[in-house]
């Protein structure tokens, strides 16, 4: 008699927004980055990946994934694969030490995925998504890893979800060794130690974005004549500047680092071949309306940041919400016309992680 119980997990993976950048790879097939970079995790209560992963030798057919209710083709997806190989051989050495555990390796695995929010439109769909999907199977098959050691398993997924397993403030250090070891997210800050971080979302497009990070990265590490000077000098002095700024709770020097390693960034995708753009002018109306903030406040009190897409993170302390908030729908509305949503107002993620 076959036994057709369903085994299943679910859990939750909060989307990161980079304050330093992750952009070049040095090894496509292990994910390995050229820099090292640093987020900021948002909170779940507005954006993030449901999953659940579920098993049974009543199962027929290949493994599945459902995303947003459309089914996705995993199985010619190489990314997806290293993370279920992995998954898989780590199950492998559970089930091998206690021979009374049901072989969950050998049944094909149903992984339905839900975003709260637009899927590929530069704001890190793939983060949360690879994060909930490596998290839920781990979960499933009661693996013993940290978010350390699943970091190193999402990276292969998508680089920038290693850093969505944890919650605060995450680095996601490129390490040097050929097998990508010590290529690792490590969060390097509670949300309680600066719980007065807000971010703003401004959704200027829920469009798919034009140039995919994967393909985007690679025409920049190839062609640009920045990117060498990015990778090798500036980021790592600006890690270095982030960490003080993030330990010390400097806002300022916070700001000024995210806003010029934004601008970097943005200056190598322009200065690849053919020149890849991702910010549009609401995008630039957006990084006016934050310098004119700053100047009336007379310091640095909101920051700016763009991914592979037009949609604008602001950065900001609770202290100067009405600030921030007011003078940015003002300005937006009076430069460009447009009368888009604007994100809310979105806490840092208050859960310090994952749901289980
Ligand atoms: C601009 O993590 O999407 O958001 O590893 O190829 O999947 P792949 O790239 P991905 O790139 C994210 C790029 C970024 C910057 C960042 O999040 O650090």
Not at 100 to 105: A, D, E, F, V
């Given at each position: 008699m076959s036994d057709s119980t369903v085994y299943r997990a679910s859990t939750t993976a909060p989307v990161n927004i980079a304050v330093i950048k992750y952009w070049g790879k040095r090894d496509t097939a292990l994910n390995l980055p050229t820099n090292s970079s640093l987020s900021v995790t948002l909170s779940q209560k507005s954006l993030k990946t449901h999953t659940t992963a579920s098993c049974s030798s009543s199962y027929s057919g290949p493994d599945s994934l459902l995303l947003n209710g459309e089914p996705e083709d995993?199985?010619?997806s190489k990314r997806t694969q290293a993370c279920l190989q992995l998954l898989r051989r780590f199950r492998k050495d559970v089930e091998a030490k206690d021979s009374?555990?049901?072989?969950?390796?050998d049944m094909p695995l149903k992984l339905v995925s839900i975003n709260n929010f637009p899927t590929a439109?530069?704001?890190?769909s793939s983060a949360a998504g690879f994060a909930a999907l490596v998290r839920a199977i781990a979960n499933l098959y009661e693996l013993p890893h940290s978010p350390t050691q699943l970091s190193l398993i999402a990276r292969q997924g998508?680089?920038?979800?290693?850093?969505?397993?944890?919650?605060g403030y995450v680095a996601w250090r490129a390490g040097s060794s050929k097998d990508g070891q010590d290529s690792i997210a490590e969060e390097i800050a509670p949300v309680s130690h600066w719980p007065e971080m807000r971010a703003l979302i401004l959704v200027v497009s829920a469009d798919?974005?034009?140039?995919a990070s994967t393909a985007g990265m690679q025409t920049t590490v190839e062609?640009?004549?920045?990117f060498k000077a990015r990778a090798e000098e500036i980021v790592p002095k600006r890690m270095a500047l982030m960490e003080e700024a993030i330990q010390a709770k400097d806002f300022p020097k916070f700001a000024e680092t995210t806003m010029k390693d934004s601008n970097s960034f943005h200056a190598c995708c322009l200065d690849s071949w053919p020149p890849i753009h991702y910010l549009n002018d609401v995008s630039r109306a957006a990084m006016n309306a934050v310098e004119t903030i700053n100047r009336r406040a007379g310091e640095l009190v909101a920051a700016y940041t763009f991914d592979a897409g037009p949609n604008a993170v602001i950065y900001y302390e609770e202290k100067n919400e009405k600030l921030v908030a007011g003078v940015f729908r003002y300005v937006l509305q009076a430069v460009t016309g447009w009368d888009g949503e604007y994100g809310s107002n979105i806490p840092l993620n208050d859960r310090g992680g994952l749901e289980a």
């Open positions: 995993i199985q010619s009374s555990l049901p072989k969950l390796t439109a530069g704001l890190a998508s680089g920038s979800a290693c850093r969505s397993l944890m919650g798919k974005k034009g140039v062609t640009s004549t920045l």
